[in-house]
Protein backbone atom coordinates (compact mmCIF):
# COMPACT_ATOMS: atom_id res chain seq x y z
CA UNK A 1 0.00 0.00 0.00
CA UNK A 2 2.97 2.25 1.11
CA UNK A 3 4.54 2.29 -2.89
CA UNK A 4 1.17 3.02 -4.41
CA UNK A 5 0.71 6.32 -2.32
CA UNK A 6 3.80 7.33 -2.93
CA UNK A 7 3.14 6.69 -6.67
CA UNK A 8 -0.05 8.61 -6.59
CA UNK A 9 1.79 11.46 -4.26
CA UNK A 10 4.55 11.68 -7.18
CA UNK A 11 1.78 11.72 -9.98
CA UNK A 12 0.47 14.41 -8.65
CA UNK A 13 3.07 16.53 -8.22
CA UNK A 14 4.70 15.86 -11.25
CA UNK A 15 1.09 16.79 -12.72
CA UNK A 16 0.73 20.29 -10.42
CA UNK A 17 3.88 21.36 -11.93
CA UNK A 18 3.12 20.66 -15.67
CA UNK A 19 -0.37 22.64 -14.99
CA UNK A 20 2.10 25.72 -13.89
CA UNK A 21 3.78 25.17 -16.80
CA UNK A 22 1.28 25.53 -19.28
CA UNK A 23 -0.39 28.16 -17.59
CA UNK A 24 3.12 29.91 -17.70
CA UNK A 25 3.04 29.15 -21.99
CA UNK A 26 -0.40 30.53 -22.09
CA UNK A 27 -2.57 27.56 -21.74
CA UNK A 28 -6.17 27.15 -20.54
CA UNK A 29 -6.35 24.62 -18.21
CA UNK A 30 -9.51 23.37 -18.56
CA UNK A 31 -9.78 19.83 -16.77
CA UNK A 32 -7.45 17.39 -14.79
CA UNK A 33 -7.94 14.07 -14.12
CA UNK A 34 -10.72 13.31 -16.65
CA UNK A 35 -11.85 9.76 -16.42
CA UNK A 36 -13.24 7.31 -18.94
CA UNK A 37 -13.52 3.56 -17.90
CA UNK A 38 -9.97 2.66 -17.37
CA UNK A 39 -8.17 5.61 -18.69
CA UNK A 40 -7.33 8.65 -17.67
CA UNK A 41 -6.22 12.04 -19.24
CA UNK A 42 -3.92 13.72 -16.61
CA UNK A 43 -4.83 17.86 -18.15
CA UNK A 44 -6.83 18.72 -20.83
CA UNK A 45 -5.87 22.14 -21.68
CA UNK A 46 -6.60 24.74 -24.93
CA UNK A 47 -4.46 26.93 -26.45
CA UNK A 48 -6.25 29.01 -29.15
CA UNK A 49 -8.70 27.11 -30.84
CA UNK A 50 -6.58 24.08 -29.87
CA UNK A 51 -7.51 21.11 -27.40
CA UNK A 52 -4.58 19.90 -25.84
CA UNK A 53 -4.87 16.62 -24.39
CA UNK A 54 -1.44 15.65 -22.19
CA UNK A 55 -0.29 12.56 -20.39
CA UNK A 56 2.29 13.28 -17.61
CA UNK A 57 5.24 11.02 -16.78
CA UNK A 58 6.63 11.91 -13.50
CA UNK A 59 9.78 10.14 -12.52
CA UNK A 60 13.04 10.51 -10.08
CA UNK A 61 15.58 9.90 -11.87
CA UNK A 62 14.66 6.91 -13.51
CA UNK A 63 14.64 5.66 -17.16
CA UNK A 64 11.51 7.22 -19.13
CA UNK A 65 11.72 4.29 -21.58
CA UNK A 66 9.44 1.69 -20.17
CA UNK A 67 7.05 4.30 -19.41
CA UNK A 68 7.31 5.86 -22.69
CA UNK A 69 6.94 2.36 -25.01
CA UNK A 70 3.96 1.75 -22.73
CA UNK A 71 1.90 4.84 -23.31
CA UNK A 72 2.45 4.85 -27.05
CA UNK A 73 2.10 1.13 -27.27
CA UNK A 74 -0.74 -0.46 -24.90
CA UNK A 75 -2.08 2.67 -23.28
CA UNK A 76 -2.20 4.38 -26.51
CA UNK A 77 -5.76 2.41 -27.24
CA UNK A 78 -7.34 3.64 -23.38
CA UNK A 79 -5.92 7.06 -23.65
CA UNK A 80 -7.25 7.87 -27.57
CA UNK A 81 -11.02 6.35 -26.23
CA UNK A 82 -10.96 9.04 -23.14
CA UNK A 83 -9.64 11.74 -25.64
CA UNK A 84 -12.65 10.71 -28.13
CA UNK A 85 -14.93 10.46 -24.97
CA UNK A 86 -14.35 14.09 -23.95
CA UNK A 87 -14.78 15.63 -27.49
CA UNK A 88 -18.19 13.96 -28.08
CA UNK A 89 -19.39 14.61 -24.38
CA UNK A 90 -18.33 17.84 -24.25
CA UNK A 91 -20.07 18.29 -28.32
CA UNK A 92 -16.13 19.25 -29.25
CA UNK A 93 -15.79 16.29 -31.96
CA UNK A 94 -14.99 17.71 -35.33
CA UNK A 95 -15.01 21.28 -33.75
CA UNK A 96 -11.98 21.94 -32.05
CA UNK A 97 -8.58 21.10 -33.70
CA UNK A 98 -6.64 18.39 -31.21
CA UNK A 99 -3.12 17.44 -30.32
CA UNK A 100 -1.72 15.08 -28.34
CA UNK A 101 1.08 15.41 -25.61
CA UNK A 102 3.49 14.40 -23.08
CA UNK A 103 5.19 16.26 -20.35
CA UNK A 104 8.04 14.20 -19.12
CA UNK A 105 8.98 15.84 -15.07
CA UNK A 106 12.27 14.42 -13.45
CA UNK A 107 12.05 14.99 -9.64
CA UNK A 108 15.58 14.62 -9.26
CA UNK A 109 17.01 16.98 -11.93
CA UNK A 110 14.01 19.52 -11.91
CA UNK A 111 14.28 19.35 -15.85
CA UNK A 112 10.43 19.28 -17.35
CA UNK A 113 10.25 17.83 -21.22
CA UNK A 114 7.24 18.80 -23.25
CA UNK A 115 6.79 16.56 -26.25
CA UNK A 116 4.25 18.10 -28.51
CA UNK A 117 2.18 16.17 -30.44
CA UNK A 118 3.06 13.03 -29.02
CA UNK A 119 1.00 10.68 -30.71
CA UNK A 120 0.27 11.88 -33.77
CA UNK A 121 -1.25 9.18 -35.74
CA UNK A 122 -4.05 9.40 -33.20
CA UNK A 123 -7.30 9.90 -35.17
Known amino acids: M ?33 R ?3 AEIDIIARRKKTAVFVEVKTRSGESWDKDLEAWRGKQKMTFLHAVKAYLVENKL ?24 NALSDWA
Open 2 to 34: QKRHHKITTGLFGENIAVEYLKKKGYNVIKRNF
Open 36 to 38: QGK
Open 93 to 116: WGKVDVRLDLICVDLESGNLTHIE
